[in-house]
Antibody
Framework: QLHLQESGPGLVKPSETLSLTCAVS??????????WGWVRQPPGKGLEWIGS???????YYNPSLNSRVTISLDPSKNHFSLSLTSVTAADTAIYYC???????????WGPGTLVTVSS | DIHMTQSPSSLSASVGDRVTITCRAS??????LNWYQQRPGEAPKLLIY???TLQSGVPSRFSGSGSGTEFTLAISSLQPEDFATYYC?????????FGQGTRLEIK
């Protein structure tokens, strides 16, 4: 049974870096038939894809986040991470980690974690 | 970016009704169109991928169709647990993009 769980600070100050980790159990992130990524949802709004990465390839990021985002894998801990720099209030959202299949669809999601950007 | 537009944005229906939700893409996404259900306070759940393939465990009352730029999600006989928000998503080209969502409410 696959399980994903986000963790990280729930409050980040403006201009600082948002850092989240997704712990994966029930599957290895080194499998080449899945990708691992992040989606966010501002409170009461729709879904926004942040980016994803295959173990064997380069990451893909949403250009709307410019060069602020980094997604990385840590096979030794079987987890992956999100880093978003220079945050503003517009980055306040529920952040979901997720697993993608080869067609790009996301078949498993973490429960989500709310990150608020505020001083 | 490929822009996804869902219609309607909200919909009221009764248990037992058949409903359809449309998703239009600003350019062809081939068959790389997926549908998700999101209940309040929960993560999205994959219902259908590549236009019409039902995800494991999803009831057969859900179905998807379409190609190119126009797609449809149909629910044949609404159950109480189906009242939620539905999103389409294209994974044909990066960046992946979602529709704005369709909120399905009880009439």
């Amino acid at each position: 049974q696959l399980h994903l769980q986000e963790s990280g600070p729930g409050l980040v100050k403006p201009s600082e870096t948002l850092s989240l980790t997704c712990a994966v159990s029930g599957a290895l992130i080194t499998r080449t038939d899945h990708n691992w990524g992040w989606v966010r949802q501002p409170p009461g709004k729709g879904l926004e894809w942040i980016g994803s990465i295959y173990f064997s390839g380069s990451p893909y990021y949403n250009p709307s986040l410019n060069s602020r985002v980094t997604i990385s894998l840590d096979p030794s801990k079987n987890h992956f991470s999100l880093s978003l720099t220079s945050v503003t209030a517009a980055d306040t959202a529920i952040y979901y980690c997720a697993r993608g299949i080869r067609t790009g669809a996301t078949d498993s999601w973490g429960p989500g974690t709310l990150v608020t950007v505020s001083s | 970016d490929i822009h996804m537009t869902q219609s309607p944005s909200s919909l009221s229906a009764s248990v037992g009704d058949r409903v359809t939700i449309t998703c239009r893409a600003s350019q062809s996404v081939d068959s790389f169109l997926n549908w998700y259900q999101q209940r309040p306070g929960e993560a999205p759940k994959l219902l259908i991928y590549t236009t019409s393939t039902l995800q494991s465990g999803v009831p057969s009352r859900f179905s998807g169709s379409g190609s190119g730029t126009e797609f449809t999600l149909a629910i044949s006989s609404l159950q109480p647990e189906d009242f939620a928000t539905y999103y389409c998503q294209q994974t044909s080209r990066s960046p992946v993009t979602f529709g704005q969502g369709t909120r399905l409410e009880i009439k």
